[in-house]
């Protein structure tokens, strides 16, 4: 059995499966969306300065009622605001706008020239207690090779774009030789493999939909998911993916639809 919570190297428990929120700027959309998932049972959500909601997570937060420490919250720094003291500044606007005093998870969003200092920065906010785990975004072996030349302390989580399309079984294997777990953002890819015979065969022997057998292969793979919806059924279809298993042999036919497709920049080339 795989458990709800991967233990991070410094002992922290993050949910593994998480809300993500790209794509839901309408203050509304968020508000709901956020609502709807703590209602069906998440406990993490993902968002970034970028997505233009952190106001509407803090929002959905307070008003759960949920207790801070039962949440697990990550967000991250924009491009823009990369290099030591922005990311500092950047962590601070974001802290506000969620209404938080904590952030569970704080990532670089994307590799830059600057990912070093940026990641000293929240390095800092990790001495300082005002994150509880420190962790970078889209970073390729080569990026994370630069992080660790800086670091006292390594990240402890890289959120790369990973689906059965994207298996990253290189970059999988490198974050686990780290103790890097990798959480997958886009974790249902394009949903092109909703349809193919592998993943159909199996949502049918197990009584499953072909996104809860994508979102278990994830887990199966050792992944953190973080699937996207706004449909209330869905939220809760996504959560529900810890009362099966596949067996070794379908978590590898699955792991073979790898055709190194990604559905956004390649980190080397994003700007
Ligand atoms: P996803 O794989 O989560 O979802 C893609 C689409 O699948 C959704 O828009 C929805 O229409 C559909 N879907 C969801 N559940 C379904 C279901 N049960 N059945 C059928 N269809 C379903 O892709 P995403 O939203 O791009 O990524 C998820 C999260 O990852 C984002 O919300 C964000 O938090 C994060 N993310 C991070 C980065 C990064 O650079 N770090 C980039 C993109 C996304």
Not at 105 to 133: G, N, S
Not at 233 to 238: G, H, L
């Amino acid at each position: 059995t795989i458990s709800q919570t991967i233990t991070l190297a410094n002992g922290v428990e993050m949910p593994r499966i998480g809300y993500g929120v790209f794509r839901m700027k309408e203050h509304e959309v968020a508000v709901d969306g956020v609502t709807e998932a703590l209602k069906a049972g998440y406990r993490a959500i993902d968002t970034a300065a970028i997505y233009q909601n952190e106001e509407a997570v803090g929002e959905a937060i307070k008003a759960s009622g949920i207790d801070r420490s039962e949440l697990f919250i990550t967000t991250k720094v924009w491009n823009a605001d990369q290099g030591f003291d922005n990311t500092l500044r950047a962590f601070e606007t974001s802290l506000k706008k969620l209404n938080l005093d904590y952030i569970d998870l704080y990532l670089t969003h994307w590799p830059k020239p600057t990912l070093a200092d940026t990641y000293k920065a929240i390095e800092r906010l990790y001495d300082e207690k005002l994150i509880r785990v420190p962790g970078v975004s889209n970073h390729h072996q080569h990026h994370l090779e630069e992080v660790f030349a800086v670091a006292n302390v390594k990240p402890m989580v890289n959120q790369i774009e990973c689906h059965p399309s994207l298996s990253q079984d290189a970059l999988r294997a490198f974050c686990a030789e780290h103790n890097i777990p990798v959480t997958a953002w886009a974790p249902l890819g394009t949903g092109i493999v909703f349809t193919h015979p592998v993943v159909k065969n199996l949502a049918e022997k197990y009584g499953k939909t072909p996104a809860q057998i994508v979102l278990r292969w994830h887990l199966e793979i050792g992944n953190i998911a973080i699937p996207k919806s706004v449909t209330p059924e869905r939220i809760k279809e996504n959560l529900d993916v810890f009362g099966f298993a596949l067996a070794a042999d379908e978590v590898a036919a699955i792991t073979a639809l790898n055709t190194f497709h990604r559905t956004s920049a390649d980190p080397d080339n994003f700007d």
